[in-house]
């Protein structure tokens, strides 16, 4: 992929999700115009970056958005429902448009269909097709005195056009533009923007009091400005200027003003040009980048030319620019500064000069307070600001694979010790490659920890689609809904917070749907008719735990046991005995819903249980607590990294096999003695607790009968809310791995959670305990 393509499409990302953010903020407040003004620069941003490709319909969509976004920062439309909807649809589309970009490098081909409906309804606000009014430009009043920029069109221009206006007894405007020095990032052309101003009559360059070192010179930042005499009126310079109206000053002049100088307290007046290369080249620059735009017309290329010779005869040469055209023209410039550039720094870059225009007022509207407070360095470090780097996702997944190798290599060192001790009979070197081990071994873990360091994520990415989510579905229910996040700044791995999109989207869609009351039955209810629904996230040890919360009309236990019992889910028994709590975690059984009518929202009785399994998968838990008539908070507890699993190994009927740490209990060995039955299961009591044992190898289908008269190892693991020991053959280590999805013929098979290489270069199968005895109790 073109490299700029795929800088464009990583900041497109965070642009729209800028503008999305936006829009739903300013739908809680319209009239905040620091939003508005935000929305509006994101999408001026994405549709001018747009410009760059070939991807006409993108540009055509995002300028009528803009053009909408416009004219409510102007005050001229106000933002209601109808228009958000319009927008968000818009900017939904080009994500859409910018995922099939992602894969093949152009837009779909429906793209020009797919947007002619929304350029119409983005338009319809501001008088269909036709352009905007005017910029939010405030008439100019007549000023009394010329500001200080004036003086950079040049006092032959001045005089000239003093002498005009007393003769016509009119007025003219004077603009004065200081782009910003990252504006080509942004798509705006500040030379395109002067040229449409209509009617332009003079024109001068603001340049810097210096101009940076040859190594330190960057060309893509923008470090010219520009003044304009134009008879054209306020509102056509707004227009024009429209997306840039900040940068930009305007006053209107009579002859007398423009003749009179600025009073003496004011800011340094702007002068002419200077004599020398300092300013030539700054002049010779600006020239060669018209010359490189769309072709100027006959007055306008006569004017560069008179501008060039100027600049030429500045630095001591004479060309002749009569009747040249735009290739000689620019041939001409190129010499020019190639000539100015080789005279050296000395040259190229002088001392600035007492009278250079960017000085005064031109150079505070440039730098603000807040930006100059900004540029100044760090008398530490000499660092501006923080430094963000962008790092391919693909690269730190193979970065923590190579972790995961690293690992897989420690481990192997255990096994080396062992074999010098047993099968060389070296203790010493034993010794010393356990050394070694131990230095390694902690080497690893502070590169693992600073590779899930740089996985992590904030849970505000998963709940960054919420507001949308919640939104959307209200307005379409009819129901009246706050969205609350709380600690949306805890932090998990990057794979948890993918995974745990989909589990999420269920439980709100099922809280929007089922727990929420209308407007109506909230008031009925003695309830504010507007609900609330909370997404909170909280770190919790070696966990992350989210919660989902509603105060709605919360789970009817008596109803949920009902048809629990009605599909065969629970026995006649559990009707009348089950508690309430454990009552309302029915609803995540297969198949189970509460439901009377299927919608495209819930009701089909899949989604409850495909959150039971997404968070299982996980290596989580879920649960649920609701009170009839308060409302419903569901639980979810998931490990804060799936990258790297710790794993007891164990044998059995002589196999090694993994099981996650975090469901270990504890590891006891009993005298045989010790191991009773009670209703046909082998139990054990520990520390007076009933246990009960499983056979593991009975429970793999594995042929192995444990030595009668041996003491039997046992591992207590934690599986469904509930201790059970597994009995085994032998207890290993502890190892970190990294866990492989099955994969091929076993890729079905739901007892092994994956598989891991240890450092003897056995493939470790991890069994997935609660699939493991749940087979057994089927069988049974």
Do not use: H, K, N
């Given at each position: 992929m073109n490299p700029l393509l795929a800088q464009f499409l990583a900041e497109a990302d965070d642009l729209l999700s800028q503008v999305g953010d936006g829009l739903l903020q300013l739908e809680l407040s319209p009239d905040d115009p620091n939003r508005i003004n935000d929305v509006f620069r994101a999408a001026h941003t994405l549709k001018g970056s747009s410009g760059l490709f070939d991807f006409p319909e993108l540009t055509s969509l995002t300028h009528a958005a803009e053009d909408l976004l416009d004219a409510v920062r102007a005050g001229r439309v106000r933002l209601d429902p109808t228009m958000t909807d319009a927008l968000l649809s818009a900017f939904d589309l080009i994500r859409g448009w910018l995922a099939h970009v992602t894969v093949h490098e152009q837009l779909p081909g429906t793209a020009h269909a797919d947007a002619a409906a929304l350029v119409v309804a983005l338009r319809a606000p501001i008088g269909g097709g036709t352009a905007p009014a005017a910029a939010a430009v405030r008439p100019a009043a007549l000023a009394t005195h010329a500001p200080a920029w004036i003086t950079a069109l040049g006092?032959?221009?001045?005089?000239?056009?003093?002498?005009?206006?007393?003769?016509?007894?009119?007025?003219?405007?004077?603009?004065?533009?200081?782009?910003?020095?990252?504006?080509?990032?942004?798509?705006?052309?500040?030379?395109?923007?002067?040229?449409?101003?209509?009617?332009?009559?003079?024109?001068?360059?603001?340049?810097?009091?210096?101009?940076?070192?040859?190594?330190?010179?960057?060309?893509?930042?923008?470090?010219?400005?520009?003044?304009?005499?134009?008879?054209?009126?306020?509102?056509?310079?707004?227009?024009?200027?429209?997306?840039?109206?900040?940068?930009?000053?305007?006053?209107?002049?009579?002859?007398t003003a423009l003749a009179t100088p600025p009073p003496p307290d004011t800011d340094l007046p702007a002068a002419p040009p200077a004599e020398g290369a300092t300013d030539a080249l700054g002049v010779l620059e600006a020239a060669r980048a018209t010359l490189a735009g769309p072709a100027p017309d006959g007055p306008h290329l006569r004017s560069i030319g008179r501008v060039v010779a100027g600049a030429a005869r500045s630095i001591g040469a004479v060309v002749d620019v009569d009747d040249a055209g735009v290739p000689e023209l620019a041939g001409i410039v190129d010499g020019l500064i190639g000539r100015v550039r080789a005279a050296g720094p000395a040259a190229a870059d002088g001392s600035p000069t007492a009278g250079s225009p960017m000085t005064g007022a031109a150079a505070d509207r440039r730098t603000g307070p807040a930006d100059r407070r900004a540029a100044e360095p760090d008398h530490e470090t000499g660092q501006v600001g923080t430094r963000v780097l962008k790092v391919d996702q693909a690269k730190v997944d193979r970065l923590m694979e190579l972790v995961g190798e690293l690992n897989v290599a420690k481990n192997g060192l255990t096994y080396l010790a062992e074999a010098a001790e047993e099968e060389f009979g070296s203790r010493v070197m034993g010794r010393r490659i356990k050394d070694q081990y131990a230095g390694l071994h902690r080497i690893a873990e502070e590169l693992q920890s600073a590779v899930m360091d740089v996985r992590m994520l904030p849970l505000s990415v998963s709940f960054s689609r919420f507001p949308r989510l919640v939104r959307d579905l209200s307005r379409r229910l009819g129901k009246r809904i706050e969205l609350v996040t709380e600690g949306e700044d805890t932090m998990a791995d990057k794979d948890v917070i993918e995974a745990l999109a989909d589990p999420l989207v269920h439980l709100v869609r099922n809280s929007l749907d089922h727990g929420i009351e209308t407007p109506d039955e909230r008031t009925t209810a003695g309830k504010p008719p507007q609900a609330s629904i909370t997404l909170s996230a909280v770190a919790d040890g070696d966990a992350v735990v989210v919660e989902v919360t509603d105060d709605g009309r919360g789970i009817d236990p008596v109803r949920v046991r009902q048809k629990a019992y009605e599909r065969g889910l629970i026995g006649e028994e559990q009707l009348e005995t089950m508690p309430d709590a454990d009552a309302v975690n029915l609803i995540f059984q297969p198949g189970f819903s509460t439901a009377e009518q299927v919608s495209d929202l819930s009701g089909r009785g899949v989604g409850m249980d495909a959150v039971r399994a997404s968070v299982e998968r996980l290596g989580g838990t879920v649960t649920m607590r609701s009170e009839r008539g308060a409302g419903t908070v569901t639980r979810l507890r998931l490990p804060l990294s799936m990258a790297v699993t710790q794993v007891m190994v164990i044998s059995v009927a002589g196999q090694r096999f993994g099981v996650p740490v975090d469901l270990v209990v504890e590891t006891v060995r009993v005298p045989r003695d010790d191991v009773g039955r009670v209703l046909h299961q082998d139990v054990v009591v520990l520390r007076d607790q009933v246990v009960p044992v499983v056979d593991l190898a009975a429970e793999l289908g594995l042929p192995w009968t444990p030595d009668p008269g041996a003491d039997r190892a046992i591992l207590v693991v934690s599986v469904g809310g509930g201790s059970v020991g597994l009995l085994v053959e032998r207890f290993h280590r502890e190892v970190d791995v990294i866990l492989k999805p099955m994969e091929g013929l076993l890729s079905n098979a739901g007892h092994f959670v994956g598989t891991a290489l240890l450092g003897d270069g056995l493939v470790l199968l991890v069994l997935n305990l609660k699939e493991v005895l749940s087979l057994g109790a089927r069988a049974a």
């Open positions: 006092e032959p221009a001045v005089a000239g056009l003093v002498d005009w206006l007393r003769v016509t007894s009119a007025t003219m405007r004077f603009v004065c533009y200081q782009p910003d020095e990252g504006c080509f990032f942004r798509g705006e052309d500040p030379l395109l923007f002067i040229r449409q101003i209509p009617a332009l009559e003079r024109l001068g360059v603001l340049r810097p009091d210096a101009w940076p070192a040859p190594d330190d010179y960057d060309e893509y930042a923008c470090r010219l400005g520009f003044v304009v005499a134009t008879r054209a009126s306020v509102a056509e310079i707004g227009y024009v200027l429209r997306y840039v109206i900040e940068q930009v000053e305007i006053v209107e002049l009579d002859a």
